[in-house]
């Protein structure tokens, strides 16, 4: 069986573009491999995080994990920083990787741009994509189902495990990326041309998987659209109603072109307000789903024994790693 590895950041509440470019796409390919999902806490602190806030982040993380429809008993689910191997690796994949390529990250230049006007710019956030590698090296990763915004860091990852392999020894999967379908980048609702994110300022640009229904359908129905009034996909000319389109076909499953003959004589108000009742009513069930995992012991079992799984496999692979590399003694 081939393995599978991805992971979320608990920086804060994942958005409908978490779930749609991730979380979907997890639970629709759980059954064909041996599936590692990682919180990566160690991620999310590469800048400033409340330590509270965090916990109650990581745990809230692990509960949408499995409100997603991922089957503990067939997945691993467990926390980064409960795994020690992901620090190990990430130490020799700093190693491996040159300072000019970690400097060219998008991520790492739109990050750094904020966080220069509130704080300063750490080490780790410069060399998160190290950290990535190595979660994603150590279990022997054949695919990474991941949204589109990730994709360079895949590359990254790529280039990483062949450089290893090549200086030496040949030990390394270099992994495949896997982009959903339909849904690889939500746009924010009141910026098409900006990709949602939990941690956009505007509140009124994401839905958040534990936002007020009611409220996140409110925020559909004020979502920045164009003037025409044709509901037609369109992601050059009519970005907003393409981005609405998007979300509504992945929440459904419902194709795009079944939804614009549905909507042929409706115009942008009617299609949103619809739409606006697709999310109310699924984040109705998806947090009926989260409150039982938080409110249930089980939660707390699936992540020891996922840590647990998680490391038997990865220490093997850093084992390897730290041979190759000459570290330690010849054992
Ligand atoms: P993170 O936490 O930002 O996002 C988690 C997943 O959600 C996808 N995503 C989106 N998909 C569609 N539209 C959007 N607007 C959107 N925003 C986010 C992301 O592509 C991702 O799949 N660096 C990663 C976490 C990570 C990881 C890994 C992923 C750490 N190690 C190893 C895969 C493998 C991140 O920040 O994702």
Excluded at 31 to 57: G, M, S
Excluded at 94 to 103: A, D, H, M, P, R
Excluded at 222 to 243: H, L
Aim: with cysteine; hydrophobic share 35%; net charge negative.
């Amino acid at each position: 069986m081939k393995t599978l590895f991805s992971g979320v950041q608990p920086s804060g509440i994942p958005t409908i573009g978490n779930y749609i470019g991730a979380y979907k796409q997890f639970v629709e390919m759980q059954d064909e491999y041996d599936a590692y999902f990682c919180i990566v806490d160690q991620h999310a602190i590469t800048v400033p995080q409340d330590r509270l806030k965090l916990r109650e982040n990581t745990r809230k993380l692990a509960a949408i994990y499995l409100a997603s429809g991922l089957d503990p008993e067939k997945i691993t689910l467990f926390i980064q920083s409960e795994v020690a191997a992901h620090a190990k690796a990430a130490w020799m994949m700093q190693c491996i990787g040159y300072i000019g390529e970690l400097e060219r990250m998008t991520q790492f230049k739109d990050k750094a741009r904020r966080q220069n006007q509130r704080d300063g710019i750490s080490v780790g956030l410069l060399t998160y994509p190290s950290l990535m590698a190595a979660d994603i090296l150590i279990y022997g990763t054949d695919v990474v189902p991941v949204g589109e915004d990730q994709g360079q860091h895949l590359e990254l990852t790529r280039n990483m495990a062949e450089r290893f392999n090549s200086k030496y020894n040949d030990i390394l999967t270099v992994p495949e990326v896997k982009h959903p379908e339909v849904g690889g980048r939500i746009m924010s609702l009141n910026d098409p041309t900006k990709k949602m994110s939990k941690s956009d300022d505007n509140q009124k640009g994401f839905i958040s998987l534990l936002d007020d229904p009611k409220a996140a359908a409110k925020k559909i129905r004020s979502a920045v659209t164009d003037s025409s009034s044709e509901v037609k996909y369109d992601k050059e000319e009519k970005p907003g109603i393409s981005n609405l389109l998007t979300i509504y076909s992945a929440l459904t499953g419902k194709s795009i072109a079944d939804l614009e003959k549905q909507y042929e004589d409706s115009n942008y108000g009617v299609f949103k307000s619809e739409l606006g009742e697709v999310v109310e009513s699924f984040l109705i069930d998806f947090q009926d789903r989260v409150n039982h995992y938080l409110e249930s012991g089980e939660l707390d079992d699936i992540l020891d024994q996922g840590a647990e799984k998680a490391s038997t496999k990865a220490d093997k692979m850093v084992e390897k790693m730290e041979r190759a590399m000459g570290l330690g003694r010849k054992r």
